[in-house]
């Protein structure tokens, strides 16, 4: 299916879903509360199956914390960017998708450490890469400071 | 030269690698830091017990060893005089044989020979 | 190269090993230590065959012959032994003779 | 004093000094180590006594088998820094002293008594004989055993296996 | 029977792959030829690196000790870690012109990455990769250099 | 024969009654024991230290380098750096290892490998035992440093030496049966368990060609089960690199770590030695039957380099085995042990029983 | 025995092994977490970050021309690959389409980043299962291959040769002439790899059945490169979204569909076979041309999201750039294969020994500074 | 190579200085003959320069030949310990501890630019160590990005010329002069 198609078809099931034809690919933009049942829409519709994820980003966007999938169906060769907004800016919180994509375990738990998003029923949120124990804030924040970096 | 020799032998193995020890525990440089001594766990402090837990399988290929060791035990007197013993060496072997096949066939049977 | 070494010597030896592993197998409440002491009065029983057979009958082989089983019968001994004694572990998690009592197999 | 003396010295005292570490150390790896060296001056002795193949025999089955086999287990059944506790000083004593007595006794006795000596020529016990041995029948002959050693160890085995597996009855 | 014959398949089988591997690693073991092995140390009078093996950063010179860089920093911005710090200075001309030139151009051997970035953005062509390669010392300090050679200057264009 | 001239039973007579002469028996005794001792351990240093050269050099042919070249001429004092470093080298006590079993352990090792090498008879007359259970008497004794690796394993109070001990246990001792019982099946054919008869009765035809088939198997089966009764490669589970980092002596540092180190490489000398022995003839020269020129010549080659010379094919071998083969897992190995070599091997003894029965051996 | 397994009479007390962050076989400062039972992996849980170096951050402060060198640093073994995923995005951004030359060079360059990376991969693999050898053999064909990136872009491993409109310079003069005597080198040498491992039955033995990962599995857990089409997922970003000179070019999609460590191994084996083809078609080819187009010495992506994939030498990797329209990108994240192949692990370990561990990572080919970025 | 071909000849002649007991030189001769020619590294690398040492190690340069083959994954038999790649906070520790676990004598190579430095992350880095020398005493340095194969060779010939200054009766003394040095 080229954009178009899809971009009827995705409307024709959820007319909520805000399509904006992006750069490369469609990108949509869906509420935090619609999260998970768009994505298992997505994936679950015979003539989407968005099967493979292939990439989740987090952002800390100026006005909000976003989260950005990257989906693409194996069978039907098409690709289409899902973006949500996380409501609150203190205590950004959105819902898992890793039990639609196992992958996104991982992926969510990096954007958990270096964002600062949490994701509720995810099976262990934890930080992934920095320490546990004693590491305070989250690095990819705009607002980040630490007396470590030296800047130039 | 005589198994006497076998003693003193050892003897002098034991002092002479005791004395490399000793050497080796006195002079080299040392230095001293809490973790010097903890056990090496690729650089992460270990956790719980360094215990291996209950592994079936290692036991059970002891207790099968021990039981051929007592086997070849009896066949090295057997196998010397095999050549002389004629036929009835022979034979007697060949009951033993069987005798202790069925027994490996048996572990066989019962997958004791795998290991888990 | 028993030469010079009178029989009693080998035998008071033995007796000693042996009552030592009397000691262990009175004193001793885990069983593989139990196991051990068993081992050592078989030990001392052995030197005290071969040293008979050596010294009072050298021409005949019975005494040889008899440590020669006793070890293969012991360790078959030891053998089924330890099989026992794991298998009472992996129930209990323990190998106390106490608490083997409870045993209810 | 002879090389001979010597030699027997030492490996009586190994003999009993371990033996009695053995009975005694709360450490059961410790035990089961100076077990081993019990048993190899036993197999020195064999050696004194000139009967080199039960002394091989000793060495292999004994330190080389059974010993092993009793390290395994112990690997398998307890932790490096478990010690045994001493046992209650009241067993200890009675037990020394049951042992000390019966060894006073059966020692007196030895050394009261006086051994024959044998008369017959001493004979090599190399291997053909030991061999030939194992192989006749009748007087000096020990084929009966020989063949009775592998039922043994057919029963220990099957015995062996069915105590190992015996788990799923549970 | 079949078993049997499966067993021994199995058993020969895996002998061959055995020694089919066993081959291999005999064929070079009887063939020193095929060692290719460099001796560095010995071989350093022979050992050429490539005409672009990027060694370390250097400021040619040449005969008059006068060198191409106008100190003008654009390789200090590009320097994505900071490799480079050139320090200028303000110089009156006879003309009574002030002029900017190189005081010291301080590289980091060791922060740089060999990116070569710096290279290709001067627009002076005042720095190259030089082949040196043996940098190892003791003293961190000895890593930081002065690529501008003491009393050097600036080379003056050729108008052309 | 030729041979006889390398005989040394004379020549160790005349020490020994030199010695007997000019000292009371006991300090006699007592010298020349301590200077066999001595010779030998030497003997054991020097022949160690050049197996881990020997090693480092075959496999660097193997994989197309030159090896250490820079110690001496080709190198050939690498391995004495390595020792003069590891002796000076700082020992670590461990928190709550087990002191006297964690010292012991190498001890154990190192002892049991010295005093097999006692019994290997290095040309005729040239050994310091002459047992007539030699053979059994090598296994026997070799057979105790297994208890130095489980002593090691479990002393050290670390998770990867007890598991690389466990392993190492089950494996040497299920392979020793192998070696044993290969054993066995070439005392059949010599008749005799003494070293120095055995070779003897390969004077006319070393036992590899004399016995046949079963000799082959079993010379096979011997180079399996010895590769992985040393806990060599590719059955080197015990210090399984990539799994548990070094295995049972993880925790060893310095001489005591050179202690196993070295042991490794001795076993591997021994158990090449006796394989050299008893299926290639010792110290026996090369006799093809028919070419009298030729083994004549053969003869005047002293039979210790026949000895190491065999031996060194062996450890060859072995070596080569261990730079090419990936390593077994733990399961794959035993069942190797228990599922071919052991029931060909108690086949293989019939085998070699019926045809030493049926005199079809040469 | 499985009847212990249920043996639930003793209280069982979790028994756990740490392997890495130094360890021989995590290929880098990976740890992982093992609960063993006996010898048998109950659990494993990936700790990382012991090489997290934060270079998505380090890039919002970076020029997009100074990214690339960071890239490099990510998967340093597809280093080129690595760089050419940011400078593609660029391009694509900007729409600067690039000289043929530059996408034929730089299709021969990844091809053979690949065939370096599959190489170095097989002896590490090798050296895991315990065959040293060919630790040596691999690195020795690589040397070659390293030769050849020397000569041209002055670096053996982390080139830094792409920059957005092209190349930092042409290839050199030798350069055709070495590819070409470098894949005749090859060609030879790769049959002996077979020789010594792949037909070995100890490695069959100690693979096969190995760390079984169906496709389903594969695609939900974003599995990619080699060890996805060894389960059968046709992942190939080279074949399905072709980007530099790979439109031009036949090759095969290695897939396989069994799933195990041996198949991961062949697979990779057999893509080294594939670059080479197209190795073999390109290097004739490459037109003659500029080797970069005049680029703006400051680079501005209009404002937007890029996303742009490469298939790197162990899967889809790709660029995620948020640009704001400034010389410095707002956000850059890097999806790494390893990643996401590394979050199958536990997957793939739980119920092994520990050695098959051993070869399931090394049958992943994982490099850790790509999992941390 | 002979002594002028090195560079940082000034450093090797205050490690001199601090040593030197004509007592002991022919026993300091041996055992630093000894030490300086087996070195055995860890298996520790970290990233890309992981990837040179591997290849310092493979045919091609073969360390082998200055008897320093034997990678020891224990840090019990290790002597040296080559830094080999970026270290960041999580990993300090346990390079420490790494350290701190080797028996003395020990050395330290740090090889990259990130391991002298920080290198390519020492600016606007969250997370990575900046220089090794803040965790543990480094004795040669090799810059690089990675340094080539040959270059870590030369580095290994700094530490055996470093390591044949030394005495046993006061191994491995550092000179003040250089105690606390920062990149500037
Ligand atoms: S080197 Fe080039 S870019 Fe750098 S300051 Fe000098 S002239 Fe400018
Ligand atoms: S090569 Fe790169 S890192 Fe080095 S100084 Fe130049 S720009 Fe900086
Ligand atoms: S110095 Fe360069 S090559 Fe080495 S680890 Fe750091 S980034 Fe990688």
Not at chain 6, 255 to 267: P, R
Request: glycine fraction near 6%.
């Amino acid at each position: 299916m080229n954009n178009e198609q899809l971009k009827e078809k995705i409307q024709s099931i959820d007319s909520t879903i805000n399509i904006v034809e992006g750069k490369q690919y469609l990108e949509l933009n869906v509420v935090a509360e619609n999260l998970s049942k768009t994505a298992l829409m997505l994936k679950n519709n015979a003539d989407l199956s968005f099967d493979y994820l292939i990439c989740l980003t987090g952002n800390d966007l100026p006005d909000a914390y976003s989260v950005v999938y990257h989906l693409e169906s194996t069978k039907h060769n098409h690709l289409v960017v899902l973006k949500v907004k996380a409501d609150s800016r203190e205590n950004p919180v959105l819902d898992t998708v890793s039990n639609i994509w196992i992958t996104a375990d991982f992926h969510e738990r990096e954007v958990y450490d270096l964002i600062g998003i949490t994701f509720t029923n995810h099976p262990d949120m934890r930080r992934i890469f920095l320490d546990e124990e004693d590491w305070i804030g989250y690095p990819l924040r705009k607002d980040y400071t630490d007396n470590n970096i030296i800047t130039r | 030269m005589n198994s006497e020799s076998l003693i003193l032998f050892f003897i002098v193995a034991v002092v002479l690698v005791g004395g490399a020890l000793i050497f080796s525990s006195l002079v080299p440089p040392k230095s001293f830091n809490p973790q010097k001594s903890e056990p090496y766990e690729c650089g992460i402090p270990t956790q719980g017990k360094t215990w291996l837990q209950f592994n079936v399988g290692y036991y059970l290929f002891a207790i099968l060893f021990l039981i051929f060791d007592v086997e070849t035990v009896f066949l090295f007197p057997w196998a010397v005089i095999m050549k002389t013993g004629g036929i009835a060496a022979f034979v007697e072997i060949i009951i033993f044989f069987t005798i202790l096949g069925l027994g490996l066939l048996y572990a066989w049977k019962k997958r004791a020979l795998i290991w888990e | 190269m028993n030469a010079g070494i009178p029989l009693v010597y080998f035998l008071v030896t033995a007796t000693l090993m042996f009552f030592v592993g009397v000691y262990g197998f009175m004193t001793r409440k885990n069983m593989i230590t139990i196991l051990m002491s068993v081992e050592l009065m078989l030990n001392a029983v052995n030197i005290n065959f071969l040293a008979f057979n050596r010294f009072l009958f050298p021409g005949q082989l019975e005494g040889h012959f008899f440590a020669l089983f006793i070890i293969a019968v012991a360790a078959a001994e030891a053998a089924v032994a330890i099989a026992i004694i794991i298998n009472i572990y992996r129930h209990f998690h323990n190998i106390d003779v106490e608490q083997a009592d409870e045993m209810k197999y | 004093m002879t090389g001979n003396q010597i030699m027997f010295i030492i490996f009586s005292a190994i003999i009993i000094i371990f033996s009695i570490l053995t009975v005694t150390s709360r450490r059961i790896l410790r035990a089961a180590t100076y077990l081993l060296f019990v048993l190899i001056s036993t197999a020195g002795m064999y050696f004194m006594l000139n009967y080199e193949f039960l002394a091989a025999v000793q060495l292999t089955l004994y330190a080389g088998g059974i010993v092993v086999l009793i390290i395994f287990s112990i690997l398998l059944t307890s932790h490096i820094e478990e010690k045994f506790e001493t046992p209650a000083l009241m067993k200890r004593v009675y037990a020394a002293i049951a042992s000390i007595i019966g060894a006073i006794l059966v020692c007196t006795t030895l050394l009261n008594y006086t051994f024959t000596p044998g008369t017959e020529t001493a004979k090599d016990v190399n291997m053909n004989l030991i061999g030939n041995s194992l192989i006749s029948w009748g007087e000096q002959g020990y084929a009966l055993p020989f063949e009775l050693i592998s039922i043994l160890l057919l029963a220990a085995m099957i015995a062996v296996i069915v105590v190992a597996k015996k788990v799923k009855t549970k | 029977m079949n078993a049997i014959i499966n067993y021994l398949k199995e058993l020969f089988g895996g002998i061959k792959t055995l020694l089919t591997g066993m081959k291999v690693t005999g064929y070079y073991f009887v063939h020193p030829r095929q060692i290719i092995t460099q001796q560095y140390p010995e071989n350093r009078k022979t050992l050429k690196m490539f005409d672009r093996f990027k060694g370390e950063v250097s400021m040619p010179h040449d005969e008059n000790n006068q060198h191409k860089c106008t100190a003008c920093s654009i390789c200090e911005i590009n320097c994505p870690n900071g490799s480079i710090e050139v320090i200028s200075k303000q110089v009156e001309k006879e003309d009574g012109k002030k002029k900017k030139e190189l005081d010291t151009y301080i590289y980091k051997l060791s922060m740089c990455t060999f990116c070569g970035i710096c290279i290709k953005v001067c627009p002076q062509d005042a720095i190259v990769f030089s082949q040196g390669f043996e940098h190892a010392v003791f003293n961190r300090e000895k890593l930081i250099k002065t690529l501008n050679k003491p009393g050097s200057s600036l080379k003056e264009k050729v108008k052309e | 024969m030729a041979f006889d001239i390398y005989d040394f039973t004379s020549f160790n007579q005349t020490i020994d009654k030199a010695l007997y002469d000019n000292l009371p028996p006991i300090l006699a005794m007592l010298t020349e024991m301590v200077i066999i001792g001595v010779v030998f351990l030497l003997f054991y240093a020097l022949v160690g230290l050049f197996l881990v050269y020997a090693e480092r050099k075959v496999c660097a042919f193997i994989q197309n380098r030159v090896g250490p070249n820079r110690v001496g001429p080709y190198g050939i004092f690498q391995t004495f750096a390595d020792f003069i470093k590891l002796l000076m080298k700082e020992l670590i006590p461990i928190n709550k290892a087990d002191k006297i079993l964690f010292n012991l352990a190498p001890f154990i090792v190192i002892i049991a490998s010295f005093m097999a090498i006692a019994a290997i008879p290095f040309g005729k007359g040239l050994h310091a035992i002459d047992l007539n259970v030699g053979i059994f008497y090598v296994m026997a004794v070799s057979s105790l440093g297994v208890v130095g690796i489980l002593l090691a394993g479990w002393s050290s109070n670390n998770k990867y030496s007890l598991i690389g001990a466990m392993r190492s246990g089950a494996q040497i001792v299920s392979y020793e049966l192998s070696v044993g019982l290969s054993m066995v099946t070439m005392v059949i054919l010599a008749g005799s368990m003494q070293l120095s008869e055995i070779v003897e009765a390969q004077r006319n035809g070393w036992f590899i060609f004399t016995g046949h088939v079963p000799a082959f198997i079993a010379f096979v089966i011997f180079l399996i089960a010895s590769t992985a009764e040393t806990n060599r490669g590719p059955f080197d589970l015990a210090e399984a690199e990539s799994e548990l980092t070094a295995g049972f002596h993880t925790e060893y540092s310095g001489i005591k770590f050179a202690f196993f180190f070295l042991a490794e490489y001795m076993n591997m000398f021994i158990v090449a030695s006796i394989a050299a022995t008893i299926f290639w003839g010792g110290w026996m020269p090369l006799h093809i039957p028919g070419w009298e020129g030729f083994n004549i010549v053969m003869d005047y080659i002293p039979p210790f380099f026949w000895y190491m010379g065999k031996t060194l094919v062996v450890i060859f071998l072995m070596m080569w085995f261990k730079w090419t083969f990936p390593r077994l897992r733990i399961d794959q190995l035993l069942k190797l042990e228990w599922k071919y070599l052991l029931p060909i091997n108690l086949f293989n003894i019939i085998l070699m029983a019926l045809i030493v029965l049926m005199g079809w051996h040469f | 025995m499985e009847n212990i397994i249920t043996n639930n009479s003793i209280q069982q007390e979790e028994y756990i092994v740490n392997m890495g962050p130094q360890h021989p076989s995590t290929h880098g400062v990976l740890r992982l977490k093992i609960s063993l039972k006996g010898e048998t992996v109950e659990n494993i849980e990936p700790h990382c970050g012991y090489i997290h170096r934060g270079i998505e951050k380090m890039c919002e402060r970076l020029t997009y021309q100074q990214i690339i060198h960071l890239t490099d640093r990510l998967d340093y073994l597809s280093a080129h690959t690595n760089n050419e995923a940011v400078c593609l995005l660029v391009e694509n951004a900007l729409q600067i389409e690039v000289p043929e030359r530059v996408k034929y060079i730089r299709t021969i360059l990844d091809e053979l980043t690949r065939l370096a990376s599959h190489q170095l991969w097989w002896c590490a693999f090798g050296m895991d299962l315990g065959a040293l050898t060919t630790y040596f053999y691999g690195l020795r064909d690589r040397e070659k291959i390293l030769d050849i990136f020397e000569e041209t872009t002055g670096a053996r491993l982390l080139q830094s040769f792409n920059v957005p409109g092209g190349l930092m310079n042409d290839i050199h003069p030798n350069f055709i002439g070495r590819v070409k005597e470098f894949i005749t080198y090859f060609r030879k040498k790769l049959p002996e790899y077979d020789e010594l491992l792949t037909g070995n039955v100890i490695l069959k033995e100690r693979t096969t059945d190995i760390g079984l990962l169906t496709l389903e599995e594969a695609i939900n857990y974003g599995v990619t490169g080699p060890s996805g089409r060894a389960s059968g997922f046709a992942c190939d970003v080279r074949k399905h979204h072709p980007y530099s000179a790979y439109d031009k070019v036949e090759f095969k999609e290695i897939l396989y569909t069994k799933g195990d460590s041996f198949h991961r191994y062949k697979a990779r084996v057999e893509e080294m076979w594939e670059s080479m083809k197209i190795l073999e078609q390109l290097i004739d080819n490459i037109p003659e041309g500029d080797y970069a187009v005049k680029m703006k010495p400051i680079i501005k992506l209009p404002e937007g999201e890029y996303y742009q994939r490469v298939e790197a030498a162990r899967g889809e990797f790709g660029v995620y750039v948020l640009s704001t329209g400034e010389k410095y990108p707002y956000r850059v994240k890097f999806r790494s294969p390893n990643f996401s192949n590394l979050s199958a692990i536990n997957k793939l370990g739980a119920g092994h020994k520990i050695a098959d561990l051993v070869a399931i990572g090394g049958s992943l080919d994982l490099v850790i500074p790509d999992i941390d970025r | 190579m002979k002594y002028e071909d090195f560079n940082d000849n000034e450093t090797l002649e205050l490690f001199k200085q601090t040593g030197g007991n004509l007592f002991f030189t022919t026993v300091d001769a041996i055992i630093n003959w000894g030490r300086s020619n087996s070195v055995w590294p860890l298996t520790f690398a970290t990233a890309c320069c992981g990837i040179e040492m591997m290849a310092a190690g493979a045919s091609r340069h073969d360390f082998a030949r200055f008897g320093i083959e034997v990678y020891r994954a224990s840090p019990r038999q290790a002597d040296v310990i080559v830094v080999a790649g970026t270290i960041v906070n999580k990993m300090a520790p346990v390079l420490k501890r790494l350290y701190d676990q080797m028996p003395e004598p020990k050395y330290v190579i740090a090889m990259g630019a990130c391991a002298i430095s920080g290198g390519p992350f020492y600016y606007n880095s969250y997370h990575v160590v900046k220089g090794v020398e803040k965790v543990i005493p480094v004795d040669v340095y090799i810059p690089g990005c990675p340094p080539r194969p040959e270059a870590l060779l030369y580095g290994v010939m700094q530490l055996q010329r470093k390591i044949q200054t030394e005495t046993i009766r006061n191994p491995r003394k550092q000179p003040d002069t250089f105690a606390d040095t920062d990149n500037k």
